[in-house]
């Protein structure tokens, strides 16, 4: 596996390692845009340093996106404001370079390509498949958001990313 960017805050950056290879599936989302129209997956798989999510988005904007795990298993259009707030059972202040942050459900900024797809994985060190505070099963739920522009990865409560343009519902399979 190729590592091609380390994100301050702990979490990775993985491009070139296969979608679902190297650990059994843990959780998923379908991701879906406004208009109820599929534009992605992910999968969640938990491993000893985190939860790996492995995400593949198309029909998006091309530039950098803010992702984020959301406190609510919900995901109603055309906004999904019903998605909540940032997961952050921990109280901390948003961004992966806030000094006081991050919240749990902070990821890096998907780079979405020219031709509206993105390929990604990312290291979740914060949560877990598990019982616990940090939970991604907790009995509201949690979902998976991008947002329309990218995350200043600083300001709070949410870096600034603009409005939410998908949102997937995670599940176990």
């Known amino acids: 596996m190729k590592i091609l960017a380390l994100i301050s805050g702990g979490i990775l950056l993985f491009a ?12 998923r989302a379908v991701l ?19 939860v790996r999510i492995s995400l593949e988005v198309s029909h998006l904007a091309p530039g950098l996106h803010g992702i984020h795990i959301h406190d609510v298993g919900r995901c109603d259009p055309p906004d999904f404001t ?18 006081q942050g991050p919240h749990a459900g902070d990821l890096p900024n998907l780079n979405v ?15 877990t498949l598990g019982p616990g505070p940090n939970s991604l099963f907790k009995p509201q739920g949690t979902s998976l958001v991008i947002h329309s522009g990218p995350d200043d990865e600083r300001s709070d409560p949410a870096g600034n990313s603009g409005s939410r343009i998908a949102c997937g519902v995670i599940e176990r399979p």
């Open 32 to 50: 879906f845009d406004a208009k109820c129209q599929k534009v992605g997956e992910a999968q969640f798989t938990e491993e000893a340093r985190g």
């Open 113 to 127: 390509g020219p031709d509206g797809k993105a390929k990604a994985e990312f290291l979740a060190p914060l949560v």
């Open 82 to 99: 019903t998605a909540g707030a940032h997961f952050n059972p921990d109280g901390r202040r948003h961004g992966l370079l806030n000094p």
């Open 16 to 27: 070139s390692a296969p979608i679902g290879e190297a650990f059994p599936v843990g959780a």
